[in-house]
């Protein structure tokens, strides 16, 4: 049964994470076309019109591949988690059912629009298709960080004569305080991922010399919003989010910063490999007190650690949430030192020649999704031993009629598929960077100029 347990959970860990490659990006690039588009009504720019539509179509091929594989994820609740669907359904399924019907269908209608509808809408209506297909976009997230957030701090429900949980209120459930915070955390995430793919682009071609007016559009938007949302990440969404696990997962924040014994004036680990065995962390390197700072606004504050709570209680694999969030907390410092770096080097008009400048940024494309990846086993991995916490672990929650032979023979299968819808998504982004944006003609950029003076 236990081999089960871990082949259920393997399955959809995989399926999810493989999946969120896609939506992070599109959810990024979503907000970044509607800043392309916005400039470039304003000032009637049709360098900033056509990288607006080149973006538009690296999202749609993201979006087909965030469909494809994201569905899936929808039936192994029933094929996988059978008894947690029958648990918690009755609340879940509200904001499940909404994200299919409303937000999914808001943005697949409005990203027709905007990718076949540019010479058949006015450009405001245009404009407009682009806001729909953001506002769907990031709907559609808030709707799965809720279905989350429920699982991480349950709220707005009640315990039905069958020992499942229905829904009692349902603004209670969906404004959950734990979501809110989740969801602006999860979105900055998602810009940054957008913006450092753009802002990759833009110095590929700026290092290759092609389309560099692309280029230096694409740097520029590209870091600005990454600064921006950089920022954002650490100070207040990962600041309240933090606050959230200190008041409502304390096990939680002492597995994830390697406390194994509670103390006064707490230090914050930089480096250091957690011994399970021997309950202490070896090696380490820590500024002393600034846990306690940063999780009770006090140099002295007690944080209470993993031996205040049972074993059973702990999260199950403590070294991978430990390395998994500093790693997510790592990436996330370099990226605001690389964003301030590139944004003084915009200010000063320096980083479309500083060539080592474009490498970094060139080079930095994979590391957003890397982060990404941490944040959620951060968060998956820190709510463990409860799939509802407090109220239903793990272990009581997979369909015990779906044996781990069959759960792998499914695993390998998803495996095999998804591995061949990567490698396609790779060659079809790759070809559309290649072809590279339309060509403007430059007397439309002049006249659009003398128009706008």
């Given at each position: ?35 392309l ?7 009637n ?17 993201n ?21 947690f669907?029958?648990?918690?359904g ?14 999914f ?18 450009p ?34 009640y ?22 915070w989740?969801?602006?955390?999860n979105?900055?995430?998602a ?28 740097v ?13 990440q ?9 606050q ?12 994830m910063?390697?406390?194994f ?11 250091g490999?957690?011994?399970?065995v ?17 999780t ?45 770096v ?9 980083i ?6 474009l ?13 990404n ?5 951060t968060?998956?991995l ?14 009581d ?5 779906v ?16 591995m ?14 290649e072809e ?10 002049n ?7």
């Amino acid at each position: 049964m236990e081999s089960a347990l871990l082949i259920h959970r393997l399955h959809f860990a995989f399926t999810a994470t493989f999946h969120y490659l896609f939506p992070q990006l599109t959810m990024g690039l979503a907000l970044l076309i509607v800043v392309l588009k916005t400039i470039g009504l304003r000032r009637n720019d049709p360098f900033y019109n056509q990288a607006a539509r080149f973006w538009g179509k690296i999202f749609g091929i993201n979006f087909v591949l965030g469909v494809v594989t994201g569905i899936p994820m929808e039936f192994q609740f029933g094929t996988n988690w059978s008894v947690f669907s029958r648990f918690a359904g009755g609340v879940i399924g509200q904001t499940l059912a909404m994200e299919g019907m409303f937000a999914f269908f808001l943005e697949s209608a409005f990203l027709g629009l905007f990718l076949y509808g540019e010479k058949k809408l006015s450009p405001k209506a245009h404009w407009l298709s682009a806001v729909a297909v953001f506002v769907g976009s990031w709907l559609s997230g808030y709707f799965i960080i809720a279905t989350d957030a429920f699982m991480q701090y349950p709220v707005g429900y009640y315990k039905a004569a069958d020992g499942s949980l229905q829904l009692a209120s349902f603004w209670t459930f969906v404004l959950n305080r734990w979501a809110l915070w989740q969801y602006a955390h999860n979105m900055s995430g998602a810009a940054i991922t957008g913006s450092f793919i753009m802002v990759a682009v833009g110095a590929f071609y700026l290092l290759w010399g092609k389309w560099t007016e692309y280029g230096r559009i694409f740097v520029k938007v590209g870091v600005v919003t990454g600064c921006v949302f950089s920022v954002l990440q650490l100070f207040p969404t990962g600041d309240r989010q933090g606050q959230m696990i200190t008041d409502h997962q304390p096990v939680t924040l002492a597995a994830m910063e390697g406390l194994f014994k509670g103390q006064s004036a707490a230090p914050l680990l930089i480096v250091g490999q957690p011994n399970e065995v021997q309950g202490k962390i070896d090696n380490p390197l820590q500024v002393p007190g600034m846990l306690s700072m940063l999780t009770y606004r006090r140099w002295s504050a007690h944080v209470r650690g993993l031996d205040a709570f049972p074993k059973q209680d702990w999260p199950g694999n403590i070294p991978l949430l430990y390395y998994s969030y500093h790693i997510m907390v790592g990436l996330g410092t370099l990226f605001i030192a690389e964003m301030v770096v590139a944004l003084f080097l915009l200010w000063r008009g320096k980083i479309f020649s500083s060539r080592w400048m474009l490498w970094i940024l060139m080079l930095s494309a994979p590391f957003p999704y890397i982060a990404n990846t941490a944040g959620w086993m951060t968060a998956e991995l820190g709510r463990q031993p409860w799939l509802v916490y407090g109220l239903m672990r793990t272990e009581d929650g997979f369909s015990k009629s779906v044996s781990a032979g069959n759960a792998m023979f499914t695993l390998l299968g998803f495996m095999g598929m998804y591995m061949v819808l990567g490698i396609l998504g790779l060659f079809l982004i790759r070809r559309q960077i290649e072809e590279g944006p339309p060509e403007v003609d430059l007397s439309l950029k002049n006249l659009a100029t003398t128009e706008a003076h």
